[in-house]
């Protein structure tokens, strides 16, 4: 069984910074995809993620392009989302999850956070 915690959420005005972090528990494959997932108020989560890793190589919507990096800490079971330049439209809850990839494409999720809050004033 693997689970996910995230933290590092919070309030932030426009233009400014925050860094999401996702500990890892349990046993995870080498082979397995990470990403982070937005769910907007009032809407589900996300089907698709708004950035992931996979084989070590970073795909992102073109909403948070150039301004979202997704990173891996395997030395700490560490997943971590650095967001610059934030936007109100930005604001959502951010769901960690692990999940498998076909041909670099996310297939699946396998196991999600509960998630942190962002939420980004104008």
């Known amino acids: 069984q693997v689970s996910l915690v995230e933290s590092g959420g919070g309030s932030v005005q426009a233009g400014g910074s925050l860094r999401l972090s996702c500990a890892v528990y349990?046993?995870?494959?080498?082979?397995?995809?990470w990403g982070w997932f937005r769910q907007a108020p009032g809407k589900g989560r996300s089907v698709v993620p708004t950035?992931?890793?996979?084989?070590?190589?970073?795909y992102d919507d073109d909403s948070v392009k150039g301004r979202f990096t997704i990173s891996r800490d395997n030395s700490k079971n560490m997943i971590y989302l650095q967001m610059n330049s934030l936007k109100p439209e930005d604001t959502a809850m951010y769901h960690c999850?692990?999940?498998?990839?076909?041909?670099?494409?996310?297939?699946?999720?396998?196991?999600w956070g509960q998630g942190t809050q962002v939420t980004v004033s104008s």
């Open positions: 950035i992931y890793t996979s084989g070590g190589i970073t």
């Open positions: 349990g046993n995870t494959y080498s082979s397995w995809c």
């Open positions: 999850a692990a999940g498998e990839c076909r041909g670099g494409t996310w297939w699946r999720a396998l196991y």
